[in-house]
């Protein structure tokens, strides 16, 4: 089964007065919605944008594998198990919260930032928070997030190129920029596809420019 979820029908968040805007995809925060609750292990895929000098002050997390994905500018992050870090385009960063750890997320640079963050459901609670950059990672190698029995494939596809989507009991595609086809559907930046128990499927890049997909393959939910 594949259910299409269109950008325009993400949930607006943030404090757009603080320079933060968000787009929620599930429920989140203040909106709720019972029948959006999560996808196989994602809890939330939230795209933020922070103005310079804006970001999140330093709050806690405990039971949640949080990966994060920068689309464009510079992310400054710091941890309460000491772990400081910029985080670039091409990087994956992950903070495994576990029993429980508190971060600051910013915008220390001059440019916008635009970030994707996806928040997965652990298979187990507890354990010790754990901190991790992948700087450049390459669209062969799988990012392994064993804690919530998940996989995430990094997908940079040049105009009309094909890539398979896994064959997975859960599998969720993120349209990060550029045109898509997926199972019939055209998708741009900012859709997401919802897929249970799908077999050979495919998505490719439209004809007019390249695309960039982050795409989660998952064992259940």
Do not use: K
Request: with cysteine; aromatic share 8%.
């Amino acid at each position: 089964m594949i259910d299409v979820r269109r950008s325009g029908d993400r949930y607006r968040g943030g404090e757009p007065g603080a320079g933060i805007e968000t787009f929620h995809a599930f429920s989140f925060g203040s909106y709720y919605d019972p029948d959006n609750l999560r996808f196989g292990a994602v809890l939330a895929c939230n795209e933020e944008r922070l103005a310079p000098g804006a970001g999140f002050d330093e709050h806690p997390h405990s039971h949640t594998e949080i990966v994060t994905w920068v689309v464009e500018g510079e992310l400054t992050h710091r941890d309460s198990a000491g772990h400081a870090s910029l985080v670039r385009p091409g990087d994956v960063q992950h903070l495994s919260a576990a029993g429980g750890v508190r971060h600051v997320e910013r915008n220390d640079g001059e440019a916008p930032l635009v970030f994707v963050q996806m928040w997965l459901s652990p298979l187990a609670p507890g354990g010790e928070p754990a901190y991790e950059v992948v700087h450049g990672i390459a669209d062969s190698t799988p990012y392994a997030v064993p804690a919530a029995g998940a996989l995430l494939h990094v997908r940079r596809l040049a105009a009309g190129e094909r890539t398979a989507i896994p064959d997975a009991p859960f599998a969720y595609v993120h349209v990060v920029r550029g045109e898509v086809r997926l199972g019939g559907e055209e998708l741009s930046g900012g859709d997401a596809v919802r897929i249970t128990a799908a077999e050979g499927l495919e998505a490719v890049a439209g004809e007019r420019g390249s695309a960039e997909l982050l795409v989660w393959e998952m064992s259940g939910g």
